[in-house]
């Protein structure tokens, strides 16, 4: 458990557990790490729900394509087998409006139920789907070295519902492209979001990174049949019985 020296990073904690000792929230965390790391027995269920977000053009995304190719993987029937059921929301231009950053107690208002300030296709659409979901994947491509502000707006966004509940019981996947370089920024930052500071459950190689540009070329990648499959069995052994 992340502690500053002054414990001011527990500040939220406290507030939640209605209390202004911090170490006492310091505490509680640290009691509930235990808790979790003895009571864990993995998460894999017999029809994993799966949460596809992306903000990019069915028809030209080279990290959409991936993920298609991937998803037929994960659909693909086989004898005695069990498969996911798989959600896809598109946070295009002009769906979401980003976090306004409203004070704790408005953003917990809301959050209590189960809403936000800006309402809208997050609350509608999105917040549903995240709690119902076993796994995330989130489908990113590299802009600047940086997640799309689309698909940051609905991180940023994930806050009001993570003011009433955690999310230890939930997977994040990514597929991650790049033109030329910086996957690995692209999944630190995907690391520190949504694993670090959201909480969801970050597998082993929990991220697909390829290098292409031009629209169309991904999929047509020396070796990437075998990527795409290795990285659907990778989500399958992590979440399906
Ligand atoms: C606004 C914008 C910024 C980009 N910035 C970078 C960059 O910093 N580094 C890089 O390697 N590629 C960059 N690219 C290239 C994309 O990552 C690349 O074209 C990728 O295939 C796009 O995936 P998509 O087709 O799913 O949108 C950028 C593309 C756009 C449109």
């Given at each position: 458990v992340e502690g500053t020296g002054s414990l001011l990073n527990f500040r939220v904690a406290a507030m939640n557990l209605g209390t202004d000792d911090l170490m006492e929230a310091y505490k509680d965390s640290a009691r509930k790490l235990v808790e979790s790391a003895e009571t864990f027995s993995g998460y894999?269920?017999?029809?994993?729900?799966?949460?596809?977000?992306?903000?990019?053009?069915?028809?030209?995304?080279n990290t959409y394509a991936l993920w298609s190719a991937v998803k037929e993987k994960l659909l693909q029937e086989e004898e005695g087998r069990e498969n996911p059921?798989?959600?896809?929301?598109?946070?295009?231009?002009?769906?979401?409006?980003?976090?306004?950053?409203?004070?704790?107690?408005?953003?917990?208002?809301?959050?209590e139920q189960e809403s936000c300030f800006y309402g809208?296709?997050?609350?509608?659409?999105?917040?549903?789907?995240?709690?119902?979901?076993?796994?995330?994947?989130?489908?990113?491509?590299?802009?600047?070295?940086?997640?799309?502000?689309?698909?940051?707006?609905?991180?940023?966004?994930?806050?009001a519902l993570y003011r009433i509940r955690q999310f230890y019981d939930k997977a994040v996947f990514a597929i991650i492209v790049s033109g030329y370089s910086g996957n690995d920024t692209i999944a630190r930052q995907l690391i520190s979001a949504m694993n670090m500071n959201k909480n969801f459950y970050l597998p082993g190689r929990f991220a697909m990174l390829e290098t292409a540009n031009d629209p169309g070329t991904a999929v047509r990648l020396p070796g990437i049949q075998a990527r795409i499959e290795s990285f659907a069995d990778r989500i399958r052994q992590t979440l399906i019985l």
């Open positions: 894999r269920k017999k029809n994993p729900k799966i949460l596809a977000l992306h903000a990019s053009s069915h028809r030209t995304s059921d798989i959600r896809e929301i598109g946070l295009r231009n002009g769906t979401l409006y980003d976090c306004s950053g409203c004070s704790f107690n408005a953003c917990r208002h809301f959050g809208g296709v997050i609350v509608e659409d999105v917040y549903p789907a995240v709690r119902e979901a076993d796994a995330v994947v989130m489908i990113c491509p590299n802009y600047n070295d940086a997640i799309s502000a689309n698909m940051t707006a609905f991180i940023n966004r994930l806050t």
